[in-house]
């Protein structure tokens, strides 16, 4: 209730990239202008040299035609399984028409989500589920 509370609207996925993106506002990729407008197409156009900025250009969502809405539920999904998700249930609950989109998406999303250079566990580390097989007894 709380994802759909927050990314109600196209519009509201929007702001939040945005913000992610920009957290300090918008800043021309051409000139570090701050200043732009939003066009029709949903470009950002920088008020100082008249580039038009995507939101969406440099992140998986580039070039996608289907609405951030959809992926934001994605990540939701993908993020939210306790046993993985697969295309499949990608597939099923976003209501693709295609496996393939599924499979890609996921896999979009998969390699989103590593962090390069990441350290490895150390230490004390939980485990929900006990990993391998039946335990030997002697």
């Avoid at 509370?5 to 051409?30: M, N, T, V």
């Avoid at 998986?60 to 289907?66: E, H, M, Y």
């Avoid at 597939?91 to 599924?102: C, V």
Wanted: charged fraction near 25%; proline fraction near 4%; hydrophobic fraction near 35%.
């Amino acid at each position: 209730m709380e994802f759909d509370a927050r990314f109600h609207s196209e519009e509201a996925c929007r702001e939040y990239l945005a913000k992610i993106r920009w957290p300090d506002g918008f800043r021309c990729p051409q000139c570090e202008h701050s200043k732009a407008w939003v066009t029709a197409r949903k470009l950002y156009h920088c008020a100082s040299c008249g580039h038009d900025a995507s939101l969406t250009s440099g992140t998986i969502f580039q070039d996608t035609r289907k609405p951030l809405m959809m992926w934001f539920r994605a990540m939701w999904f993908v993020t939210s399984q306790k046993t993985g998700a697969s295309a499949m249930n990608l597939q099923q609950e976003l209501g693709l028409g295609s496996y393939e989109t599924a499979w890609t998406w996921l896999h979009k999303l998969r390699r989103a989500m590593v962090r390069p250079g990441r350290d490895r566990l150390s230490g004390s580390v939980d485990v929900e589920k006990p990993i391998g097989g039946a335990r030997k007894r002697e």
